[in-house]
């Protein structure tokens, strides 16, 4: 049993670079960065997906996305270029892919968190992301995430499962 939970990590690892695999297949289509309305859409789902991945409290997660998807800017002033969205969609891919694997070659309990925080603070998520009204609320909401990964590390429990 002890070592189904050490090992936990792996299988979330092989889950999340299957999701980041199929984004990256995704991003790599010809002339999308001339598609500025697929892109945001591309960005939301990636961004959902990951904190449907991430190990948190359900209720706060479900805020968390549905607070996402209401506030969620389609259009408008300051969205940056085609281009700038994807390339910062492949970094956060590029963060968590090498954390990933990274635990992958280890067996740890504290794997599966330190993939949560990883997909956590690699988010694609930015202000111009969302409506100005949501933008302190949803901030809220990830520290609130982080606070918990913090505490429970510090306390050596396992995570919300």
């Not at 960005?43 to 549905?66: H, P």
């Not at 990933?100 to 988010?123: E, G, P, R, W």
């Amino acid at each position: 049993m002890l070592e189904e939970f050490r090992c936990e990590g792996k299988e979330k690892s092989v889950n999340v670079l299957g999701l980041l695999g199929y984004y990256d297949a995704i991003l790599e289509r010809e002339g999308l960065a001339a598609r500025m309305g697929e892109i945001r859409s591309l960005k939301l789902g990636l961004t959902l997906d990951l904190l449907r991945m991430v190990n948190i409290a359900e209720d706060l997660r479900s805020s968390l996305i549905n607070s996402v998807l209401s506030g969620w800017e389609m259009k408008g002033k300051g969205m940056p270029e085609g281009d700038d969205e994807m390339k910062r969609m492949h970094s956060c891919i590029e963060a968590i892919r090498e954390k990933a694997l990274m635990m992958m070659n280890s067996c740890s309990s504290s794997n599966s968190v330190q993939l949560d925080v990883a997909m956590m603070l690699a988010l694609p998520l930015m202000p111009h992301d969302l409506k100005k009204d949501e933008v302190s609320r949803i901030h809220d909401m990830l520290n609130k995430a982080m606070k918990d990964f913090a505490a429970r590390r510090e306390q050596g429990v396992a995570p919300c499962l």
